[in-house]
């Protein structure tokens, strides 16, 4: 069974940092895609970046500057760093996981369908 639970989101005042991280349990397949995705109050789901299991990444070109992902496979943990925060960050973010690597970068470079087998509940961030 598995479980992807994120942590780390919360309420930051604007130009501060936050590191969320995404706990995959359960989940052990030897090629991979996974990603960190948004979701802004009354608006659609934005993917923010992907990476993938022979550490290739992809990142939306709005927030490539003050977004940063990363895995630590020893750990089975996603983490996104997000600095130089601002107020239209609020949003609720979600992580999210599926095998294989041959499409993940395109979920951001040409917004395809993400191919995802799991998804996380989401973490809430807050800037004011």
């Known amino acids: 069974h598995v479980q992807l639970v994120e942590s780390g989101g919360g309420s930051v005042q604007a130009g501060g940092s936050l590191r969320l991280s995404c706990a995959a349990r359960g989940y052990t397949y030897d090629t991979y895609c996974m990603g960190w995705f948004r979701r802004p109050p009354g608006k659609e789901r934005e993917g923010i970046a992907v990476?993938?299991?022979?550490?290739?990444?992809a990142y939306a070109e709005s927030l490539k500057d003050r977004f940063t992902i990363s895995v630590d496979n020893a750990k089975n943990t996603l983490y996104l760093q997000i600095n130089s925060l601002k107020p239209e960050d609020s949003a609720t973010y979600y992580c999210?996981?599926?095998?294989?690597?041959?499409?993940?970068?395109?979920?951001?470079?040409?917004?395809?369908?993400?191919?995802?087998?799991?998804w996380g509940h989401g973490t809430q961030v807050t800037v004011s």
């Open positions: 999210a996981a599926g095998q294989g690597v041959g499409w993940c970068l395109d979920v951001i470079r040409v917004g395809a369908e993400p191919d995802f087998d799991y």
């Open positions: 990476i993938d299991s022979d550490g290739d990444t």
